[in-house]
């Protein structure tokens, strides 16, 4: 959900684990969410995204969960790669409309060989 | 495929100075722009988004200006940069109907002393 933090939470997982990174949000007008990769010094890397219809979406390592009941979205990374070391952002429009994006702070995302 | 061009990647101004930071995107027609401010260690806040040329929607009162002189160029102005506007500026574009993920160009780090 919208917040902001100065010290971003930290997921720390062994290389060839599932890693699940995960969105809470209070405002329940959003009908479309966003996960993006951010690597340091990079712009944000669209990865997944789901739509208020669907509960599950799964991509290439990747899937999506969306819980509406409890508002919660996250990610889950199969796999994980030291390439994977990111943060991680949930977004969505969150009834500002699709071109007023609302962020989470972030979850770093640390993968140890 | 369409691509997102951000220059300079850093630049360091002086207190006062003015500011032109320019993104252009590449292979598409009528795209959604983007500008974004990220703080260290924190989510974004959009600045600025433009449906057209000509198009301006401001979010946040800031000492910051855009433009959209032509279809697929985006340009973030100031007259007078202040110490708080050092940051990481992020420009994105989505293409214009609704429910479709921005895509993010590799941003500007602007430090001001």
């Known amino acids: 959900g919208e917040s902001v933090g100065l010290h971003l939470p930290t997921l720390s997982v062994q290389e060839g684990d599932n890693s699940i990174i995960n969105c809470a949000y209070s405002n329940s007008a959003s009908d479309y969410f966003i996960w993006y990769k951010q690597e340091s010094g990079k712009g944000p890397q669209f990865i997944i995204d789901?739509?208020?219809?669907?509960d599950k979406r799964q991509g290439q390592r990747v899937t999506v969960l969306l819980n509406k009941t409890v508002k919660h979205l996250s990610l889950q990374i199969a796999a994980t790669q030291p390439g994977d070391s990111a943060v991680y952002f949930c977004?969505?429009?969150f009834g500002g409309g699709y071109n007023k994006l609302i962020f989470g702070a972030g979850t770093r995302l640390a993968v140890h060989p | 495929s369409q691509t997102i061009h951000q220059w300079p990647a850093t630049l360091v101004q002086p207190v006062g100075s003015p500011l032109s930071l320019e993104c252009t995107v590449e292979?598409?027609?009528?795209?959604?722009l983007y500008w974004y401010r990220q703080a260290a260690g924190r989510g974004l806040q959009l600045l600025f988004y433009?449906?057209?040329?000509?198009?301006i929607s401001s979010e946040v009162p800031q000492n910051l200006s855009a433009s959209r002189p032509q279809d697929r160029q985006f340009i973030l102005s100031s007259k007078k940069l202040l110490l708080s506007d050092s940051g990481f500026y992020l420009c994105?574009?989505?293409?214009?109907?609704?429910?479709?993920?921005?895509?993010f160009g590799d941003g500007t780090r602007l430090s001001i002393l």
């Open positions: 433009s449906v057209g040329i000509g198009q």
């Open positions: 977004a969505g429009p």
């Open positions: 292979g598409t027609s009528n795209p959604n």
């Open positions: 994105a574009w989505s293409v214009s109907t609704g429910g479709q993920p921005q895509h």
């Open positions: 789901i739509r208020s219809n669907m």
